[in-house]
């Protein structure tokens, strides 16, 4: 008896065991799940915590001067009227004591500041004292107030890698009621924008739609099952099966820390679509046995020593896949890759244990009739419809493979050719109310792209640092005022308090200094040794791309070039431009990294685990096939590459080598038995290839639901996804099996070839003997 004959009797034997030990899994699993964290489009998803770019982003900009800042935009007749100033003072009164508030900045604090400093009074004076304050030309006065019709209240706040979400939401909601309280004049319209309400926006929409996300997926897989599947009995319980592996899954996220972010969520349906396969090809195998008339103990333990261990190949393929997208340096991809790692490896368990003993049990307790037949008519007409179609690619392999190689050469080509989405608000629903909101703002106000040249030295405020920061700033604005629309430091302040001078005395700027407002100095200024220059570049990511981005950065980075600080100083540029230039650099580069670091990976797996170069060849050729044919569906869709569809090629290595891997065991399991790889090949396709119809339609229909999302970013990948399955199963179906027989074929004539070799070698050893003993 075999180890998996074994395996096979222990599952028969203990289902108390099993379903005990799935049951205790599934309640840690929804312990932890809770632990799970919703993450929207930061920072963190997009670059390593780990990596230099982000420390100096993080540890030397973020922590000194990083701030998200919610915006409080009023628009009406006169924004700068007494009565309207004083609603918006009232909520700047409240806000900044608000807990984790880090600062308020408006027009209303511009003018009762003035007050305080003539009169001693911080309040909002009569209107013709107003005027008189906003006559002053105050560098802050125009990015608060662009017009008399529109201003902006900014409240900021710490970042997000501060605050927890729940934190973020109570300041949100906190800022909400002081809006109300505030009593803006009627005629008036006052909405809250800017960063944080928008991820919190986006944040809320994610957990919204995934669950109905996840339901029609389920729908959908319903129908895909009692359509394709209704051949066997229990045709519905893969699904069951593999919403269990779901289940773990989200615990084992919740106890490795992985958030859910909209690209590890869509790791879920192809968990599912991929998990269903594993649940129907045990299913399928153990109805296959039962209709040969074997009693329910030995089909189980046949279809766990049949089954299992192909399954657990292609899983070990499928896993080797997705670990290529941890060499990735975009800690979302990273995640998705963990999460099908481990959903993969829990659904695979449901599958073996669960599902096998639930099939066991049932068909133990409600025995089929001896007459009933019908089990094999629906399969065999898709078996008999696959088997044709493998006979007419095999006639005809010189065309199968001509074609194949013609379109995967122009795919390849066409895959250089397809964008990028560079704007991270593309990805989410256009009709998004917080992101119609951000997007007024910004035509009022302009672009808020912002570049920082971080400013260290011993003592940055010395006369002839600041000097240099003025100069730089001034140039940067002369040379590049095609995109840098204006520059904010510490100096832009010290001038205007000082009648648009800068001081040549250090202790007239020390004096300055003390006496700027704590919202600017905490802005711009860290202690004495860092300040930050911040260049305004519109909306320069939108409107270059990736490859405009770049060149303005090192264009950026040549005038610091070329303007060289003073001794001890060091410039150095960063800002959430720097990371996501970086980041798409990485989503061009590192999606064909990715690929070839999972072919490698799979054909040496392959090869370690069979020893034989033609079963390592045979499931890879075709996925390059697919990999070629999908930058074509690319490049015609007219789509374009995200941090999602950058895992295209592990995708299709993962889903589509499975379907290869399985079929190819088949093929090799009948060959043994028959001997002649056309029946050989005949067979498996009568037999398995309703089983793969089956789950690959399953896994198409689960994967539209994707399409149905809110969010761009994950409907284009369920498109891209459906499409790669489809065609996976078509190469599996075409390319393969030509593949298998030339190959088999040309093993046999070699094999016969040295066989011949060998004789005739024999005979004449044989014949020089009797030479030697006749002479």
Known sequence: MTSLERLGVWVTKNPAIIIAMAVLLTLVSVHYAQHVESQGMTTESFVSKDSALYQLYDHLYQENFGADGNIVLIEGDDVASADVLSASLRISDHMKQVEHVVGVQSLADIVADAEYQSSGTRKIPSQERIEEILADSSPALQAFMPDRSHSRMIVSMPTTATLTESQRKELLQELNRAVDFAKFPA????????????QAAIVDMMNSSNSSILALCGVL???????????????????????????WTFGAMGFFHIPMSMVSFAAFPIMIGIGIDYAIQFHNRIDEELGRGEPILKAAINTINHVALPVAVALTVTEAGFVSLLSSSVPSINDFGKV????????????????????????????????AEGHSDSGSSIGSFIQKTASFCVERWRAVLAMALILALAGNYADTQVPIETDTKNYIPQDLSPLIDLRHMKAI???TDSLKFLVQADDVTDPENLKWMDDFSNYLLSSREDRTESTTSIVTYIKAANGGELPDDRGKIREIVASLPSSVTDAYLSGHDLAVIDVNIGDAQTNLGTEGMRRLIESYERDLSWNTPPPGVSVRITGQPVLMTTVMDALTSGRVEMSLLGLVLIFVLLLMIYRDLIKALLPVLPMLVVIGWMGLVMYYGGLKYTPLTATLGALVLGVGSEYAILMMERFYEELNNVGDPYEALGITANRIGSALIASG?????????LMASPFNII?????VTVMSVVLALITTFTVFVVLAIRMEVQREMVENARQEVKKAIALMRDQLGRNTNGN
């Open 187 to 198: 005629g008036y319209a006052v909405t809250i924008t800017g960063d944080p309400s928008f």
């Open 445 to 447: 106000f302009g672009g």
């Open 340 to 371: 099908c790692i481990i959903g993969l490896i829990m659904c695979y368990l449901s599958a073996l244990f669960v599902n096998v003993t639930i099939l066991y049990q049932s068909e133990r307790r409600l025995p089929r009739e001896e007459d």
């Open 715 to 719: 409907s284009n990948f369920g498109l």
């Open 697 to 705: 339609m399953t896994v198409v229909f689960g994967f539209a639901a």
């Open 221 to 247: 897989m319903i129908v895909a099952l009692l359509l394709f599947f209704r051949h066997v009995r229990w045709s519905l319980l893969p699904l069951p099966v593999v919403l269990l592996g779901i289940i």
